[in-house]
């Protein structure tokens, strides 16, 4: 299938790029009972993938595309594990970035889609690509964005892991890292085995982590103002970071955040064999919301 290579450059100046998988202008118009509430799904990867290597996000491409509605997947600046901008020159990549900084990630792409003539736009988020969704969307959502998918975003709270059977070794990654960041040496490596197994600089696990747990969804979610829908595979919530997610998801649910959870059975973390059982999911919600 052919797809557009894109590219946007966020307000402080840090160059994105993506791939605009459009609707064909053959395609005919969709019936009244095929519309949808979404004209274009900007979809956004998890920890350290991006957007050609996001296994999830390329199965569900052509599969939300067959529902008449085009597709961009895009990067974030934490894409990879580490990468640096030749508009900016500053470590990036996923061992280097705050979550408080996605705002200015999703603004551009909203702002592309918006001057490629997109008005219905519906964000969907994988893992840490869900929070950023969230996040961003839980203090301001554009008029041009009328829903959200996040799909399995993992639980960010210190409270919770700092209870868990692997509290001792939470706590001690915390400290180690919160004193490099006080001796001035923020931007050293971290291997961190919980809870999960990835690299990540002092300063971004005292972020992610911290006691004041900025990105934990349970607090987020219930602020996001546009139509919602969070998944969990029924096989990643034995993990610490899922475990009891969908139910304490379905407790925030009111008619005020037009809120629903669904958990796809089978499923891991990245859907593995289980694509079609959430695009379909996903198209049953969102008929829900149709003009």
Not at 146 to 166: E, N
Not at 190 to 203: C, G, H, Q
Request: hydrophobic letters at 45%.
């Amino acid at each position: 299938m052919l797809v557009d290579l894109v590219q946007v450059v966020t307000h402080d100046g840090i160059r994105l790029h993506g791939a605009l998988e459009p609707i064909g202008a053959d395609r005919p118009e969709p019936r009244a009972d095929e519309r949808t509430a979404v004209d274009v799904w900007l979809c956004l990867h998890g920890t350290g993938s991006n957007f050609y290597a996001a296994s999830t996000l390329a199965a569900l491409a052509p599969k939300l595309q067959a529902a008449g509605v085009s597709v961009v997947r895009a990067n974030t600046r934490g894409h990879d594990l580490l990468a640096t901008g030749p508009s900016s020159g500053r470590l990036q990549g996923a061992a280097f970035e705050r979550i408080d900084e996605a705002p200015l990630d999703l603004a551009a792409w909203v702002q592309f889609l918006v001057e490629r003539g997109f008005s219905r736009i519906g964000i969907l988020g994988h893992s840490l690509g869900a929070i950023k969704a969230i996040y961003t969307l839980a203090a301001d959502a554009p008029a041009s964005v009328t829903a959200l998918v996040a799909v399995s975003p993992p639980r960010l709270s210190y409270s919770y892991f700092c209870q868990t059977p692997r509290a001792k070794r939470f706590r001690e990654t915390f400290e180690t890292a919160s004193q490099l960041v006080a001796s001035g040496r923020e931007d050293e490596l971290l291997e961190i085995d919980f809870p999960l197994r990835y690299f990540v600089s002092a300063r971004g696990f005292v972020d992610r982590y911290g006691p004041a747990e900025r990105y934990n969804v349970l607090k987020l979610l219930d602020r996001v103002n546009v139509p919602t829908l969070v998944t969990y595979g029924s096989e990643e919530v034995n993990d610490l970071a899922f475990r009891g997610m969908p139910d304490e998801v379905a407790a925030l649910r009111s008619e005020q955040n037009q809120l629903q959870v669904a958990v796809i059975a089978g499923a891991d973390h990245i859907y593995t064999a289980c694509h079609d059982a959430l695009a379909g999911r996903i198209s049953a919600w969102l008929k829900r919301w149709a003009p």
